[in-house]
């Protein structure tokens, strides 16, 4: 089978299965777990900040980060396409009771300064009180620049708004850019970071942030269910995947080179990307039944939102499925 569904589909390596069998652990609630300890203070640091916290994933750590950084009744302004507002099932507002201030993301994937601006609101009974920026690198692939980010964490720091990066893909804008993860995570009060996409663990996520800020989220982490046990099973492949998958991201972003330029040879496509490890195709909107079944005959899963698809490469394509994956698709568009 060739998934390119979403890097989320990688099953851990047998080095990775064996680092977790190995891992020393403790009970994390109690802090004891060394292995915890251990990731959450390695990430931390090449994130350029005092501390870590592991979650199961990262929509909790997303939802954490809101809850530790807002109170009942602050707003969090955040992308239309963000995830932390679109793809969390409302977490911040319906657990947290934060109110999303949402706003059309700019074609680079950042927010329109003018629009945070506006969206801000004044200190009267009127409003929410506007507290946090959210801000998502890379989203839906894409590598927000780093001097636009810096525009709008300035912009908010000077307003007296603390900010949020949703990281999950953090490292595949690092390799991107050929930058320190540090670098990428500049300017935040705090970072998410998804261990479960491309960097191949099979859960796990790490929110890091000030000592106090990740102290204070001990508290919301726990209330969410988050406070896990022997969790250093886990962690150890997080460890590993910081040693052996980081620096791999740069195949999967070739991998994605590949798909997106065989695609573009395929007339009744347009190809979008491709952005880090993904490429997006437009397509006739009455051929993605059949195609997605097609492709399915042959081995091949895709993930249709109609008539978009959103074709993701990861640890688990080689550059031969991908050939396999182009081949597939010019097969299909001769006859249809
Ligand atoms: C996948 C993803 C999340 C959520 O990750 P889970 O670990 O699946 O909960 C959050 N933000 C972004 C940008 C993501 O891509």
Redesign the pocket.
């Known amino acids: 089978m060739i998934d390119l569904r ?1 890097d ?1 589909v990688t099953r851990p390596t047998a080095a990775m299965r064996a680092a977790m069998a190995a891992a020393e652990v403790g009970d994390d609630v109690f802090g004891d777990d060394p292995t915890v300890n251990r990731l959450q203070a390695v990430l931390a640091e090449r994130l350029g900040f005092e501390a870590g916290l592991f979650l ?7 939802l954490t980060a809101l809850m530790t950084h807002c109170q009942r009744g602050d707003e969090y302004i955040a992308g239309q396409n ?3 507002y679109k ?2 099932a409302g977490g911040g507002a319906v657990l947290g009771s934060i109110q999303p201030q949402p706003i059309d993301n700019a074609p680079d994937g950042s927010l329109p300064l003018d629009k945070v601006a506006a969206a801000i609101k004044l200190d009267d009974p009127h409003y929410a009180r506007t507290r946090l920026l959210c801000l ?1 690198n ?2 839906g692939g894409k590598i927000v620049p780093l001097p636009v980010i810096k525009r709008l964490t300035d912009y908010a720091r000077s307003k007296g708004l603390v900010t949020h990066l ?4 953090l490292f595949n804008a690092a390799v991107g850019l050929g930058v320190a993860p540090r670098e990428v995570a500049a300017g935040f009060d705090s970072v ?1 970071i ?4 491309g960097l191949g663990c099979p ?3 790490v929110l890091a942030g000030g000592k106090d800020f990740i102290a204070r989220a001990k508290r919301p982490r726990k209330m969410l269910g988050g406070g896990m046990r022997q969790a250093g099973v886990l962690a150890a492949a997080g460890l590993y995947a910081l040693d052996h998958h980081v620096e791999r991201l740069a195949e999967d972003h070739a991998k994605a080179q590949r798909l997106a330029a065989g695609l573009r040879e395929i007339d009744a496509l347009k190809v979008d990307g491709p952005h880090t490890n993904m490429v997006f195709v437009d397509l006739p909107a009455d051929r993605v039944t059949a195609l997605s079944a097609f492709m399915a005959e042959q081995g091949i899963q895709i993930l249709g939102y109609q008539p978009r698809l959103r074709l993701v490469t990861h640890l688990d394509v080689s550059m031969a499925a991908i050939e396999r994956a182009i081949a597939a698709f010019k097969q299909f568009f001769a006859r249809h």
Do not use: M
């Open positions: 979403s989320t199961p994933t990262a929509t909790q750590s997303n963000a995830h932390c793809y969390e998502e890379t989203i949703d990281g999950a893909r998410t998804c261990l479960s996409k859960v796990g996520a």
